[in-house]
């Protein structure tokens, strides 16, 4: 009951003896809202954490991710090779660390993609309406129409292999989301006081847009580009994993998945660390916008 | 509601239009020369200009692709380049592979998912709960390339207990066609388990404080029927209306998982065909599975318009 008690004005609620009113917006409360959250911390430091790795990813692998070591193929855990070594003798934790920055990559310039290609085109398209929403909006609708992966698939197949080109052929997929998304936003905010006050003022459409409507749309926006950073690491491992992203010998768990299918009976190693090193970190960030979205939707305040 | 069908039907076309246009720039939009890009680069010029024809590549970007709708309408998905056979033919063989998959699926995942939504919003915030969810989170986040890996490695080649891999028909050899869907079943259901879990647990605890809930607890009705023959008819609604979504991740998630365990269906069809390069083939393929989403959807719209009056009312005067 506390829950409406706190949406009453004080006068009528009466002032809470021995707390300060609390402030409900702002940097400061989001973030007490999102450190409220235990899991959305972990998740947070977890992915701060592989960011770290995959910057500094040169001082923390042990050996070179790339070059091979014809004289230890496929050697078990030992001291030196933590994780064992692969079919060409390579260390599988330096293959693993080096995977961080493939994988985070991935994630940032696809999602980047389609929110830089979605986000303006959604929201003129709320904004402005009319045929060519109409239009836009059976576009979404047809692109949603296709599985995922299989779109991305077939993208990333005439687009070529390579890690580039499957991460344009993600990017593609996801746009229409994020057109959807931020459509919806605008399409909320534009009948608020606010804007037709700025609009009364004489303030032109793109500033509305911008500097009124933009801010105060975003935080499904970041919510989702969260989410979906998780869903492109996934996709980017897939389609490597299948052999049409990362090519070798660049380090990538998607492929390094592909080559450990063959020695799963003599060097099973070679598939479980990749393999978790996807799990955690799309865990990780799936936490991370969870959290986001429970401190950042006022509905769920 | 005849309106209403008219209207929804009317609706789809931009949409096939659309998906069509998509199809079509697959393979006619790329750069390069889409005849030599399949042939590749050592052919001889009698062949790729005899490709070229065949495919008509001498003529304008909108008659060809006017051409390609006109014999797609028809049925004609053209013929793939590795084999010569018609596409729909292939398609049609391979068809009833996914839909045993997928349908071996959805029954893994919502005889797992649908209890556990219930239990975990019945019994919100206890540990039955927290590990619902968390197995929820595990199975949206863990990727089922590995999830099918792992399997296979615990499974077939530490236990023993089930086969590895591979196909074969149920009236054939049906015990041995089971234990080789257990393990793909598991791994194509887990993600999907994991969505309507989460689904059908926020839309629970939505209903579950609904007046009616009330008044029906307040008669002195049983906790278990109250749950399930007055809770759940309305918090179902939700995971039925996302078919579409769990059709299309279902068939998005068999081009792993059919390649995994070597299952020839058309989800390692595509990958068949993306890496052999047989474009006519891919092109069919997509067009097939987007063809299957935008047709559950209407279903699914239509259904309700027939089970819910207000759709159908609702959409005549708005």
Same mark, same amino acid.
């Given at each position: 009951m506390s829950r409406f008690a706190a949406d009453l004005p004080v006068d009528v609620v009466g002032p809470q003896r021995g707390t300060r009113e609390v402030r409900r917006y702002g940097l400061g409360y989001f973030l007490h809202r999102y450190a409220r959250n235990r899991l959305a911390l972990v998740g947070l430091w977890v992915v701060l954490g592989i960011a770290l790795v995959a910057i500094f990813a040169p001082w923390f692998a042990p050996t070179s991710p790339i070059k091979p070591d014809f004289g230890n193929l496929l050697q078990p855990s030992t001291?030196?090779?933590?994780?064992?070594?692969?079919?060409?003798?390579?260390?599988?934790?330096?293959?693993?660390?080096?995977?961080?920055?493939?994988?985070?990559?991935?994630?940032?310039?696809?999602?980047?993609?389609?929110?830089?290609?979605?986000?303006?085109?959604?929201?003129?398209?709320?904004?402005?309406?009319?045929?060519?929403?109409d239009l836009l909006m059976r576009l979404t609708d047809a692109m949603l129409s296709f599985p995922f992966l299989v779109l991305a698939l077939a993208l990333a197949a005439v687009l070529g292999a390579g890690l580039d080109k499957a991460l344009l052929a993600?990017?593609?997929?996801f746009t229409p989301r994020f057109i959807r998304l931020s459509r919806a936003q605008v399409l909320g905010e534009r009948e608020?006081?606010?804007?037709?006050?700025?609009?009364?003022?004489?303030?032109?459409?793109?500033?509305?847009?911008?500097?009124?409507?933009?801010?105060?749309?975003?935080?499904?926006?970041?919510?989702?580009?969260?989410?979906?950073?998780?869903?492109?690491?996934?996709?980017e491992a897939a389609l490597s994993?299948?052999?049409?992203?990362?090519?070798?010998?660049?380090?990538?768990?998607?492929?390094?998945?592909?080559?450990?299918?063959?020695?799963?009976?003599?060097?099973?190693w070679m598939a479980v660390w990749p393999g978790l090193a996807i799990f955690v970190t799309v865990l990780a960030l799936n936490l991370l916008g969870d959290g986001l979205r429970e401190a950042l939707d006022p509905r769920l305040r | 509601m005849s309106w209403y069908l008219v209207r929804r039907l009317f609706l789809t076309l931009p949409v096939l239009f659309f998906v069509s246009v998509i199809v079509f720039s697959l393979i006619n939009l790329i750069p390069g020369d889409p005849a030599r890009i399949m042939l590749g680069e050592e052919v001889s010029k009698e062949a790729l200009s005899a490709l070229r024809k065949e495919?008509?590549?001498?003529?304008?970007?909108?008659?060809?692709y006017l051409l390609w709708l006109s014999h797609v309408a028809r049925g004609d998905f053209g013929r793939s380049v590795r084999d010569g056979r018609p596409v729909?033919?292939?398609?049609?063989?391979k068809l009833p592979v996914t839909i045993e998959l997928a349908v071996t699926s959805l029954l893994v995942a919502w005889v797992i998912a649908i209890p556990a939504g219930v239990v975990a919003a019945w019994k919100q915030r206890t540990a039955l709960d927290y590990a619902a969810t968390t197995l929820a989170l595990a199975g949206i986040s863990v990727p089922n390339f590995w999830l099918g890996i792992m399997m296979i490695y615990l499974f077939a080649?530490?236990?023993?207990?089930?086969?590895p891999s591979g196909y074969i028909e149920p009236w054939i050899d049906l015990t041995r066609s089971l234990k080789l869907m257990v393990m793909p079943s598991i791994v194509l259901g887990a993600a999907l388990a994991a969505l309507v879990m989460r689904l059908l647990?926020?839309?629970?605890?939505?209903?579950?404080? @609904?007046?009616?809930?009330?008044?029906?607890?307040?008669?002195?009705?049983?906790?278990?029927?109250?749950?399930?023959?007055?809770?759940?008819?309305?918090?179902?609604?939700?995971?039925?209306?996302?078919?579409?979504?769990?059709?299309?991740?279902?068939?998005?998630?068999?081009?792993?998982?059919? @390649?995994?365990?070597?299952?020839?269906?058309?989800?390692?069809?595509?990958?068949?065909?993306?890496?052999?390069?047989?474009?006519?083939m891919v092109q069919g393929v997509v067009l097939f599975a987007a063809l299957a989403v935008v047709a559950t959807n209407l279903i699914v719209d239509l259904t309700y318009a027939v089970l819910d009056p207000r759709i159908r009312l609702g959409a005549r005067t708005g």
């Open positions: 001291a030196t090779h933590p994780m064992g070594t692969d079919d060409l003798g390579r260390d599988v934790l330096s293959r693993v660390i080096f995977g961080t920055r493939t994988a985070l990559l991935a994630g940032v310039i696809s999602v980047g993609i389609a929110v830089i290609a979605g986000l303006p085109a959604g929201l003129l398209s709320g904004y402005y309406g009319g045929r060519l929403d993600i990017g593609i997929v608020q006081n606010y804007v037709e006050a700025a609009r009364a003022m004489g303030v032109g459409d793109g500033r509305i847009i911008w500097r009124h409507i933009l801010p105060n749309s975003l935080s499904p926006i970041v919510v989702q580009a969260s989410l979906d950073m998780a869903g492109a690491i996934t996709a994993f299948l052999g049409l992203g990362t090519q070798p010998p660049t380090p990538s768990w998607g492929s390094m998945l592909n080559i450990a299918q063959a020695y799963l009976s003599t060097a099973p | 495919m008509g590549l001498d003529r304008p970007l909108y008659v060809r729909l033919d292939t398609l049609l063989l080649v530490n236990l023993r207990l089930l086969p647990r926020s839309s629970m605890l939505e209903v579950l404080g @609904t007046d009616y809930i009330r008044t029906a607890r307040a008669k002195g009705l049983d906790d278990v029927v109250v749950l399930i023959r007055h809770a759940m008819k309305n918090a179902m609604i939700p995971v039925v209306t996302v078919m579409g979504l769990q059709l299309s991740g279902l068939l998005g998630g068999a081009v792993i998982t059919e @390649t995994i365990f070597a299952v020839p269906g058309l989800g390692r069809l595509t990958v068949d065909s993306i890496l052999t390069r047989d474009y006519p």
